[in-house]
């Protein structure tokens, strides 16, 4: 069983670093990158000093929770100290239900089923 700690000071500290990008007016798009890569990092750089593949690049829900937490700040959903710590408390909660129960995001696999056979292209060249 795998098992994978909540970076809790990267995820309380992402709330700082999002402010400041919304107090110099980046668009939403940047306020979500910034989440992103404040929620992942800490995580990144703990895996890779254990030796281990990391974990955002085996589930990437792992993510998705730091994006959507940069996206209730960037839209001005959250704006006090109680609902930035409730939103803290919600991304942490998602975070250890997604391990527990094992969350995926949904997958498309890059085979061709060996039933469907690729189609030919025919290129017809006309001479001038």
Excluded: C
């Amino acid at each position: 069983m795998m098992k994978s700690g909540v970076p809790v000071t990267t995820l309380w500290s992402q709330s700082d670093l999002i402010l400041l990008a919304i107090q110099m007016n980046h668009p939403l798009s940047a306020v979500i990158v910034a989440a992103a890569l404040t929620g992942i990092g800490g995580g990144i750089i703990r895996d890779l000093l254990a030796g281990r593949k990391p974990l955002v690049l085996r589930d990437e829900i792992y993510a998705v929770w730091a994006m959507a937490a940069g996206a209730t700040i960037g839209l001005g959903i959250t704006k006090s100290i109680w609902q930035l710590f409730t939103l803290f408390v919600l991304v942490v909660l998602f975070r250890m239900l997604s391990v527990h129960y094992k969350w995926r995001l949904p997958r498309r696999s890059l085979e061709t089923p060996s039933n469907i056979k690729p189609k030919k292209s025919i290129v017809k060249v006309q001479k001038l």
